[in-house]
């Protein structure tokens, strides 16, 4: 399984990055997937997950009305799309996928497979 995240950079404060995860080696459809971040110096938070189906997305509280999560089912990829960046959000990004039938899954060890990383950094 590999789960390959991609779209990071570099953005000033209140613009906008689109991340984008390309999964192989798993049924795409049998996995909700999540995204995960971690700040320096921080513990690695929950920000977005969207079910099997693609409905049910669920954010974290200090993205939510900011980020939106989608999947596609024919590329086996799910998207992050930050608008209104604030330097709060430099992090590196996860993508992550849960076999779990569970939704809302903001837990890290309902995830069976991770992503690398991709690096976001929001300058004031």
């Known amino acids: 399984v590999q789960l390959q995240a991609s779209g990071g950079g570099l953005v000033q404060a209140g613009g906008s990055l689109r991340l984008s995860c390309a999964a192989s080696?798993?049924?795409?459809?049998?996995?909700?997937l999540g995204w995960f971040r971690q700040a320096p110096g921080k513990e690695r938070e929950f920000v977005a997950t969207?079910?099997?189906?693609?409905?049910?997305?669920y954010f974290a509280g200090s993205v939510k009305g900011r980020f939106t999560i989608s999947r596609d089912r024919k590329k086996n990829t799910v998207d992050l799309q930050m608008n209104s960046l604030k330097p709060e959000d430099t992090a590196v990004y996860y993508c992550?996928?849960?076999?779990?039938?569970?939704?809302?899954?903001?837990?890290?060890?309902?995830?069976?497979?991770w992503g690398q990383g991709t690096l976001v950094t929001v300058s004031s």
């Open positions: 992550a996928a849960s076999n779990t039938v569970l939704s809302s899954i903001t837990f890290m060890s309902e995830y069976d497979y």
């Open positions: 080696g798993l049924t795409f459809n049998s996995y909700a």
């Open positions: 969207i079910s099997r189906s693609g409905g049910r997305p």
